[in-house]
């Protein structure tokens, strides 16, 4: 604490004392618009515009607090002195100071919209991936995560703006990560940064319309030593499980479809009450899963060098049979300073990981006979007996689970080398080389079996071999200046190119004659051998520049100039500017609010690009194939795809206004953004006739859509009670987005959501939301004949077995022409979210430690496809309980069908009877923890240590009948490995 | 100091800048790039063999063409029962919407041929190379062109006429020329042909099965017979064709035997090799779906069996006693045993199936691998079409030397003299529904003859009273006139 005090004169006037002082920064610049208050009173005042302010006091003693928005505030006595300089120190720099695309900017000082995510307490959340952690955390970031072990969860940034890759950018130390973020430990995560708005992406170009995710890894600190050791064990299950039918529940739904069909019952089902329970499938598929995670780090830092170095061992088995998840991360940074004007330093990365499983079908697990049990007697997995149209036809479930063998090996480096040189003192150039190999392998081992009626014949293994090297070359120039007039100047200037190469090589073969050699030398039959590879490049120029007038009055303004090998030759380079003002109002002269403390406006706009439009789609090219003449093979060369030469970017201008506010005496903050995201130049699929000569299916994309997103974001955090040792905050994260179609260039609609043949279920469509689903209608059930021979024609034939009877689904006839058609579809549901939000509570005393933290989503409709196979009731699989409720008379059931073999009425076509709400309410993470006492007399051997129980998605309030009601991206529910709930004890102890 | 630390700043920053030009040219790494392509005589051949590859497809030959059989009353598609096939059951029933799948197949498979050859018929004159690999591939280009705008023209009717080849630059949405225009450039395309292509017997090795002179005067024969205006011009070619060197097999069983392909009968067949593979999406390298689908369905016969095509009643009636090709074109029951095997007349709902194209196992031992070709153009066609011309120009005693040649190779004795011109046709006509049975050629008979009226006839005398003058031709598939909407719809669709 460094505080400079000089004399005080007393000055007495109408009994009044006169006190005055400067606030510093801790580069011993003024700093206007901070507050001084006195404690214990009401009076307070902000500092003038060079730092300075006087306060008139009854008595010559007492406390200032002087406070400033980014720093630690400062409590002040008044020992009788006229005159003091009061310099306030930052506070911790993970909240003050905000990465940004080549650069770093104050908090404070912020024109942009960002959303900073606070580290410290999602390390202790049982995820395996950073990204999982921060669902909910930041506003306008969607995350989607599946509970498969190893998945990288998606992300949505301000709303879907494509219909091609939505992807953000992630950027990790300065270089964009091309593997997954399963390659980053979360524990190595200093901070955490999401820019949304094209002021703060529009640095990135082409890159940035998805937003940018960026991540900065831990590095030494100056005059700090320490190890740390955090562990965490803990036990996982599906959030929920669904209920099959038992085996006399099943027998007589069995009975029942084929009856209703006339066609003979399954003489062994003549007694259905007698066959019991018979096996539960999904019990036996679905087992406890578990998680362990090491990280043990060391970082030292003095005025020359700072280091850190950590490693991390996560293991993972997840909560469906032999699925599996193992990784072990490197992490190497450093910084060494040769000299007061030259500083190198490093940040690398090592990363292995495995994962392993079966052949896993979720759907099969519901789906198999609860009349078949799981293994033989001879010990053997079990398979159908007899007629299909009795036994089903499936292949053992748990079976192909256990004997297929399914793994990726995962080899991944990333690091890069920097080098920043001082040169007359306000500027610094750096120079940063980077290069990101990824190395995997893929492995399928597929044993031959014999189960009853299920027989595959010979062992299969395919194998392949993968790899991506990126190189990136950044250089920046960056000026720094603060002139005595108040107005700071930023600027840099710089340039970055990058190169990336993919290659892969697979084979696979058939047929083992022992199946104890499992190499690819070991088969005979039906080999197959591929390998290809592609490559891009970018090569980009951009400056930046900031403007801060007393902290009052900021510009920003930037420019980038990409240019990529995916774009065409007409269109190589793109430029993308973007511009954002703020204003803080409470630094003016006419504020004058005792319970505003800072109040500032920021307004953005800017241009920004989507590449991810495929490395090659300008080229014009021949494919190779085979022909052959008199059983000779020949190779013929052949054009496919109608050439696009003009393809380029797709661009999106976004304009954002937003305020920051901090209120009595900084314990609320909020911030409230508003946008408006338009995508231009969207990809989209050319409409290509066939008279062209070229495919009408595989099609080039040309730029010719718009989408457009719009939205509010509101973030409050508050410090509620703040009393001694108890504290309690609150942080409150709330979206709301609202995306559509603009234009398709024409008006067929593509045509999504693709769930097997000729099945679809979403569309894209101008004047509404992506992916929205389209379906028919429908209208409860038929009870009668006569309500049948009412209504629309839906299926004629001659018999019930045949044609639409009573117990069939009803289907709204829209366009009133007396038959139900493909035209009788419509608009039936919207999987994009109205709004999101999140709510965390954090109460501590003393020691103990208790969050308590939502989320949730609302207004989202999921197509719940696994209910096609579960609620079929039309061929023989098990089914849901829910079919428990199914028609059998008049009056029995409005929503769900009757039972019969081949379903003539087609009740499982698309439709609303698949569509479900998706809102749900989740208490996504509680955590209790407890900071040992470590002050043992005499020795102190930890600096800290703390024990925590944390646990994730404990538990969820939805309407969804699914397993979970986080699905994909597009809303459709079809065999999604499920969320998982997971209880974790961890110990975090530093030296 | 400070100036060195100014000089390397600069240095780098300039190198950083200056990255050249072709940092960002990536070309991808597995297909060849269009504008460097071909550059010699071998890969000018590449080009030329992707010009028949669209006759392989399902979309053309392996499955749409000879299952307008079905269409033609022939046989039923049969398979699976319920809506297997639904696309070929609507087409036979003459129920066929415009946005039938079956119909939207047959569309897409010539236009890329056509595209392909219009790239080779473009890009080779200029080329400098010898000048036989040159008149072959320029032959080669118009032979295919006017047989796929032959395949087209017959289907569909008028039709848009492309002559070069399309970029995206191009009138990518062109109107319907009248069919009489379409025919004009056929004809035009198979007389270069006939000029350019070399003979069959010209061809050895692995360039046995390309186009051939005898392939472009038989094809022009029969756009002459199609378009039945000028009978004289049948006659001159078909005698032409005699010349060159076909004759009809000793067996007729040898031109569907995958030992004898390409045999002295054989003016142009579809060439299919054994380890194609069978994806029904695929659009590459094929092997022959003929007999995996007409196999008799649970029968074991062949690799796959499906049971498409199976032959009705009123068809097996057309064969007369002691014709011997009844046993090598059908399965029935009480007829020769297949692969040692006896057949059964519980395997098809007519009791019969197809056994012209039917693989035993020890060639083609799954459902991807019949190595089997397919017959496009047989010289036993050619004889046919000879004594139908002479018929026709009133020389129906001349007109009984080929038909009688085909007849005879059957086991048939030759047919009475003193036949009205009327009645003789009939025989012909008869004559070529047996000869040609299965390979696809009975629709364009029964279209061609008396304006399609005898289509209707033999239709409503077989029940499908649902044929009217408009199923003479298929619609033009809807989804295809959502994306160009200069295109016309056929009339009454």
New interface residues.
């Given amino acids: 604490m460094i505080f400079l005090v000089t004399p005080f004169l007393m000055m007495a006037q109408d009994g009044k004392i006169k006190l005055s002082g400067k606030v510093l920064d801790e580069t011993n610049a003024p700093l206007p618009g901070a507050n001084v208050q006195l404690k214990n009173s009401s009076k307070s005042l902000t500092t003038d515009a060079e730092g300075k302010f006087t306060f008139s006091v009854s008595e010559a003693n007492g406390v200032f607090i002087v406070s400033y928005v980014g720093y630690k505030s400062k409590e002040v006595r008044i020992l009788g002195e006229s005159f003091m300089e009061i310099k306030l120190e930052q506070e911790a720099t993970t909240l003050n100071t905000v990465v940004v695309g080549y650069g770093q900017v104050k908090l404070k000082d912020l024109t942009g919209s960002i959303s900073t995510v606070k580290l410290a307490d999602l390390s202790r959340q049982p995820v395996a991936n950073i990204g999982e952690a921060i669902q909910g955390r930041a506003a306008g970031v969607q995350v989607i995560s599946s509970g498969q072990p190893g998945t990288n969860p998606t992300f949505r940034i301000r709303g879907t703006g494509t219909i091609g890759n939505n992807d953000p950018l992630i950027v990790v130390d300065g270089m964009p990560l091309n593997g997954g973020l399963n390659q980053v430990n979360m524990n190595d995560v200093e901070s955490l940064q999401v820019l949304k708005d094209a002021s703060s992406t529009a640095i990135y170009g082409a890159r940035g319309s998805n937003g940018v995710v960026i991540i900065t890894t831990k590095r030494g600190t100056v005059g700090k030593s320490s190890v740390t050791f955090d562990v965490s064990t803990g036990i996982s299950e599906a959030t929920e499980m669904l209920q099959v039918l038992n085996a006399s529940q099943f027998a007589a739904l069995h009975n029942e479809i084929l009856n209703n069909a006339g066609l003979t019952p399954n003489p062994e089902f003549v007694n259905p009450s007698s066959l019991g329970i018979g096996t539960n499938w999904v019990d036996a598929f679905f087992k406890t899963g578990f998680q362990n995670n090491y990280t043990f780090s060391y970082m030292t830092g003095n005025d020359k060098s700072k280091v850190y170095t950590s490693i991390n061992v996560f293991d993972q088995k997840g909560i469906i049979l032999n699925t599996g998840y193992k990784r072990y991360i490197l992490q190497f940074n450093s910084d060494t300073k040769i000299s007061d004007?030259l500083k190198f330093g490093n940040s690398l990365k090592l990363n292995y990981d495995v994962k392993n499983s079966g052949d896993f079908n979720i759907q099969n697990a519901l789906l198999s006979l609860p009349t078949q049990p799981i293994y033989r007697e001879d010990g053997d997995f079990s398979g159908p007996i007899g007629q299909p149209i009795y036994s089903g036809d499936l292949d053992n479930p748990i079976g192909k689970a256990t004997i297929v063998e399914n793994s990726t090996k995962g080899y991944n480096i990333q690091g890069n080398i920097f080098g920043e040189?001082t040169?007359?003192k306000d500027f610094k150039?750096k120079?940063l080389l980077g290069a990101e190999a990824n190395f995997w392998k893929t492995r399928t081992w597929a044993p031959s079996y014999s189960w009853d009626n299920k027989v595959s014949q010979n062992a299969y293994l395919a194998e392949s071999s993968n790899q991506a090297i990126t190189l990136l070359?950044d250089?920046t120039?960056t000026y720094q200046k603060k002139f005595d007039n108040g107005i700071s100047v930023t600027g840099v200037v710089g340039?970055s190119?990058q190169?990336n190469k993919f290659e892969y090589i697979n084979g696979s073969i058939q047929n083992f004659p022992s199946e104890n050699t499992q190499t690819l030398n070991n088969g005979i039959d039906q080999a197959t051998l591929h390998g290809?590879?592609?490559?891009?490049?970018?090569?980009s120029?951009f400056a930046r520049a900031n403007f801060d007038y007393k902290s009052k009055y900021y510009a920003t303004a930037t420019v980038r100039r990409d240019?990529?090998?995916r774009f065409g030759e007409g269109n190589?380079y793109g430029t993308f500017p973007s511009g954002s003002l703020a204003w803080r109002i409470s630094n003016e002269g006419f504020f004058k609010s005792k319970t505003i403390n800072d109040l500032k406006m920021r307004l953005g706009y800017g241009i920004t690009g989507n590449q991810e439009i495929g490395?090659?789609s300008f080229?014009?090219?021949?494919?190779?194939?085979?022909?052959?003449?008199?059983?000779?093979?020949?190779?013929?060369?052949?054009?496919t795809v109608?050439?696009?030469?003009?393809v380029k970017w797709e661009s999106q201008e976004q304009f954002n206004i937003g305020v920051d506010a901090s209120l009595f005496d900084e314990r609320v903050k909020v911030t409230v953004d508003a946008y408006v995201k338009n995508t231009n130049d969207m990809l989209v699929p050319?409409?290509?006739?066939?008279?062209?000569?070229?495919?009408?299916i595989y099609v080039?994309y040309i730029n010719a859509g718009k989408i457009q997103n719009k939205g509010i974001e509101l973030v409050l955090n508050t410090k509620n009670i703040q009393k001694g040792k108890f504290l309690w905050t609150s942080d409150f994260v709330f979206s709301m987005n609202r995306n559509e179609v603009i234009d398709l260039n024409g008006d067929?609609p593509l045509i999504t959501g693709g769930l097997g043949l000729n099945y679809n279920v979403s569309r894209i469509q101008e004047g509404y939301p992506v992916n929205v689903f389209y379906g028919f209608v429908q209208d409860g059930i038929f009870q009668t004949q006569t309500e049948i021979n009412n209504h629309a024609v839906q299926v004629e034939g001659t018999s019930s077995s045949n044609s639409t009877s009573p117990g069939d689904v009803r289907y709204k006839d829209l366009n009133n022409d007396g038959l139900i058609t493909d035209i009788d579809r419509t608009f039936i549901g919207n999987p994009n979210p109205d709004f999101a939000g999140s709510l965390n509570n954090t109460l501590s005393y003393g020691d103990f430690s208790f969050s308590f933290y939502l989320q949730g989503v609302y207004g989202n409709d999921i197509f719940n496809a696994n209910r096609l196979y579960t609620e079929a009731m039309s061929i023989t699989t098990n089914q849901s309980a829910a079919v428990l409720d199914r028609w059998t008379a008049p009056g029995t059931s409005n929503s769900i069908p009757r039972a019969v073999y081949g379903d003539p009425n087609n009740n499982n076509r698309a439709s609303s009877r698949y569509i479900e709400d998706g809102s749900y309410l989740r208490i996504k993470n509680i955590t209790l923890s407890y900071n040992i006492p470590v002050d043992f007399p005499g020795k102190k051997i930890f600096d800290y240590a703390k024990v925590y129980l944390s646990g994730q998605n404990l538990y969820t309030f939805t309407n969804y009948t699914g397993f979970d009601p986080e699905v994909s991206s597009n809303g459709i529910d079809n065999n999604v490995y499920p969320l998982t709930r997971t209880v974790s004890l961890g110990l975090n102890v530093g030296f | 100091m400070k100036y060195l630390k100014i000089i390397v700043l600069v240095v780098v920053v300039f190198a950083s800048t200056h990255c050249s030009n072709d940092f960002l040219d990536k070309a991808p790494l597995d297909t060849i790039n269009t504008s460097n392509y071909p550059t010699n005589e071998q890969e000018l051949i590449t080009l030329v063999n992707g010009v028949y590859q669209p006759l392989q497809w399902p979309k053309l030959y392996n499955l749409r063409m000879w299952t307008s059989d079905i269409m033609a009353g022939n046989s039923i598609v049969g398979a699976g029962g319920g809506s297997d096939g639904i696309e070929t059951q609507d087409m036979s029933n003459f129920v066929t919407s415009t946005d039938n799948q079956g119909v939207l197949d047959i569309w897409r498979g010539p236009w890329p041929g056509i595209l392909r050859a219009n790239i080779v018929l473009s890009v080779t004159p200029g080329m400098t190379i010898g000048e036989n690999i040159k008149k072959r591939s320029m032959g080669e280009a118009y032979f295919l062109r006017a047989h796929y705008y032959f395949i087209l023209v017959r289907y569909f009717g008028d039709l848009p006429l492309i002559t070069s080849p399309q970029s995206s630059d191009s009138e990518l949405y062109p109107e319907r020329v009248s069919k009489d225009k379409i025919y004009q450039q056929i004809i035009s395309d198979l007389e270069k042909a006939a000029v350019l292509l070399p003979n069959k017997s010209e061809y050895s090795g692995s360039d046995v099965g390309r186009a051939n002179k005898g392939a472009a005067l038989g094809e022009l024969a029969e756009v002459y017979h199609t378009l039945g205006n000028n009978w004289q011009k049948v006659v001159d070619l078909t005698t032409e064709v005699e010349g060159l060197g076909f004759a009809l097999n000793a067996n007729y069983s040898d031109n569907f035997n995958p030992a004898t392909e390409n045999s002295v009968e054989s003016l142009f067949e579809v060439q299919y090799a054994k380890d194609g593979g069978y994806s029904f999406w695929s659009n590459e390298n094929q092997a022959s779906w003929t007999s995996p689908f007409m196999g008799p369905r649970g029968s074991n016969f062949v690799g796959g069996g499906y049971g498409w095509n199976q032959p009705t009643q009123e068809f097996i009636n057309s064969y007369e006693a002691n014709d011997s090709r009844k046993a090598v074109s059908i399965l029935y029951a009480g007829g020769p045993t297949f692969d040692g095997k006896t057949y059964n007349a519980t395997y098809s709902t007519t009791g019969y199936n197809v056994r012209k194209f039917l693989v035993p196992l020890s060639g083609s031992s799954s459902y991807d691998n019949s190595p089997l070709n397919f017959p496009i153009l047989r010289f036993s066609n050619i004889l046919l079409m000879k004594a139908e011309a002479l018929n026709e120009l009133g020389q129906s005693v001349q007109a009984l030397v080929p038909l009688n040649k085909v007849r005879n190779r059957a086991g048939l004795p030759n047919v009475a003299l003193g036949l009205s011109k009327e009645a003789f046709r009939d025989v012909v006509l008869k004559e070529r529904r047996v000869e040609l049975a299965f390979e696809g050629q009975r629709w364009f008979d029964l279209i061609r003859v008396d304006n399609g009226q005898y289509a209707l006839d033999f239709l409503h005398s077989i029940g499908k009273t649902n044929a009217s003058s408009k199923h003479l031709l298929f619609p033009i598939p809807q989804i295809e006139r959502d994306r160009n909407p200069k295109l016309t719809q056929n009339p009454g669709y």
């Fill in positions: 004007n040189l040169i007359l150039f120079t070359w250089n120039l340039t190119a190169e290809s590879g592609s490559e891009w490049a970018i090569f120029t240019g990529s090998s190589k490395n090659y080229s014009s090219n021949y494919n190779t194939y085979l022909y052959n003449f008199n059983g000779t093979y020949v190779s013929a060369a052949v054009p109608l050439p696009n030469s003009n050319q409409s290509v006739p066939v008279t062209s000569g070229y495919s009408d080039p067929a």
